[in-house]
């Protein structure tokens, strides 16, 4: 982990999203390493409090927000308690019954619903919430993380992927629409990270993470401290001309070119 960029986004306020673990946890923890002050958003208030309680420990500034990404009230409240933002990491991406992992014939709308709600319009609701007032005062950075189930699409996670390749769209488009107000949109696709029940299992049978790696070229699987470097490098002045992009923190599954 990078751990000499202080200040390097100094003076920024960032919100990241399902940050009360994984992938999210570490990115807001690199964020507040680089001097941003941090709102670390979670559906729990003792997830979000113990990451805040990290950052401080480390010197940090970090909050906690509580709030369901996917309630449009509760995105309304949350606005209202932060504040504007500098910085917006859409994170929060698993839904708390995890993804149903299936062929898409033994599927249906119970299935599918809870995935879009998180991976779409949560997204789309909290950009939403957040852009007015970047490009009022003209900067902002926006990142979503999403997953290359959307840039290659994975069989038995179809509707997973469809969400996470229309959030990179949206991504896309709203670049287009704001980059003349020093707004950018990016967005950061993972492959498969080794965290939560996948962690678990693997901690159970090793050979398990073996198979898994022999599908990417750098020999393992993701960490979750693998895409926060780059993400507060996507956040910072120094990627004021990048935008529109998808970047794979893939170990080289789907290169990108």
């Not at 149903?100 to 599927?107: A, G, H, I």
């Not at 960490?223 to 780059?230: F, G, K, S, T, Y």
Request: proline share 5%.
């Amino acid at each position: 982990m990078i751990r000499d960029w202080s200040r390097f986004i100094g003076g920024r306020v960032a919100l990241v999203t399902g940050a009360g673990a994984g992938v999210g946890r570490a990115i807001a923890l690199q964020l507040a390493r680089a001097g941003a002050a941090v709102w670390v958003n979670d559906l729990h208030a003792e997830r979000a409090e113990k990451v805040c309680a990290e950052i401080g420990e480390e010197g940090g500034e970090a909050r906690p927000v509580v709030a369901d990404v996917c309630d449009r009230e509760a995105v309304v409240r949350m606005h209202t308690e932060t504040g504007p933002l500098d910085i917006l990491v859409n994170n929060a991406g698993i839904p708390p019954e995890g993804i149903t992992v299936k062929p898409f014939v033994e599927t249906g709308p119970e299935d599918w619903d809870p995935l879009i709600r998180l991976n779409l319009a949560a997204v789309l609701g909290v950009t939403r919430a957040y852009l007015p007032g970047m490009i009022e005062r003209r900067w902002g950075r926006i990142l979503t993380v999403t997953s290359d189930a959307g840039r290659r699409g994975e069989r038995k996670q179809v509707v997973y992927g469809a969400a996470k390749a229309a959030a990179m769209g949206f991504s896309r488009g709203l670049a287009a629409e704001v980059g003349r107000h020093g707004v950018t949109v990016n967005c950061i696709a993972l492959g498969t990270m080794r965290h939560g029940a996948l962690a678990e299992a693997i901690e159970r049978h090793p050979e398990l993470g073996a198979r898994l790696a022999r599908a990417y070229p750098v020999g393992r699987l993701g960490e979750v401290e693998d895409p926060a470097p780059l993400a507060v490098l996507l956040c910072s002045d120094a990627a004021s001309w990048i935008t529109g992009q998808v970047y794979p923190v893939d170990g080289g599954y789907f290169p990108a070119l």
